[in-house]
């Protein structure tokens, strides 16, 4: 049977869940994640929708994730410019007590998490600079189209003058 993992996030945060649980097919993995944001968010069972308040329930196979839900209410992620995406990295996150059971924060875990998210960090800086070449490209190709259209112009105006001088001789 196929090996599915129940990813936990929280913004830019993810508890991996390293050792996954065999299920038939991704219907049944969908259907256990919903049975699990179910019993985590239902107060008749010990749950708290607000406990969980935009935390993620991700679900993956060995080609990657396939199903995404919130747990709690209200479920928005985290979006911030870049100085308050990294004032929240920085800030220690409230991890539930059924979330540590569930995914135990080991010495590996934290390297791998901290490896990631220097490779985030890379990303974010490649992004950022692509986005500042992007908006500089866009001015110079902004004024190459203002100045072809200046030439058309002017060009046109040439034309006619010398068709009006052509005619008075």
Request: hydrophobic share 40%.
């Amino acid at each position: 049977m196929p090996l599915y993992f129940f990813h936990l996030s929280f913004g830019d945060r993810i508890l991996p869940d390293d050792e996954g649980v065999e299920l038939p097919n991704r219907s049944a993995a969908r259907e256990e994640a919903l049975a699990a944001v179910r019993d985590l968010s239902d107060p008749a069972v010990g749950g708290n929708p607000r406990r969980w308040a935009s935390w993620f329930l991700q679900v993956a196979d060995e080609q990657g994730g396939f199903f995404r839900t919130p747990i709690g209410h209200p479920a928005l992620e985290i979006v911030a410019p870049d100085v308050e995406k990294s004032r929240v990295a920085k800030r220690e996150l409230p991890i539930p007590p059924a979330a540590r059971a569930v995914f135990p924060q080991d010495g590996g875990t934290r390297a791998r998490m901290a490896e990631i998210i220097q490779q985030r960090k890379a990303r974010q800086q490649c992004t950022a600079q692509l986005l500042r070449d992007n908006k500089q490209l866009r001015r110079e190709l902004s004024s190459i189209y203002h100045t072809c259209e200046n030439i058309g112009v002017r060009t046109s105006r040439l034309v006619l003058l010398a068709r009006a001088a052509g005619s008075r001789y």
